[in-house]
């Protein structure tokens, strides 16, 4: 399955790595390239923009740090929705609002593009196992 991870800090690093491990294609994006070092070197490809991440994958997920971060990075300009198109998957691991993720509910139904609002919890200590 190819897999994209956008937002590789404490927690979704872990994350992206566990799926990255489990055997999938990965293309990562973060605002800190350094913080996918060891995606890359595991063999994930990097993505210069979130539409890029969308563009080359099945399914996409976010961790990111709040709703204005969940809205750039999924509805801004070079974003995840101007890279999806009918049948693919949208996971919002964030922490953001109930508001948010209708906006970009309603902007994926538009386009085909299943959304999931799926927030974590259980710290970077969850995250990594």
Known sequence: MKVGFIGLGTMGGS????????GNEMVVHDINPVSATRHLEAGA??????????????????SLPGPTEVEAVALGEAGIMEGMSAGKVY???STSTPGMIRKIHAEAAARGI???DAPV?????????
Do not use: C
């Open 15 to 22: 994350m992206a790595y566990n799926a990255l491990d489990g």
């Open 45 to 62: 490809k990097w993505a210069d923009t979130p539409r890029e991440v969308a563009e080359q994958s099945e399914i996409v997920f976010t």
């Open 114 to 116: 299943d959304v999931l």
């Open 91 to 93: 996971f919002d691991l």
């Open 121 to 129: 919890s259980g710290g970077p200590r969850g995250a990594a196992s």
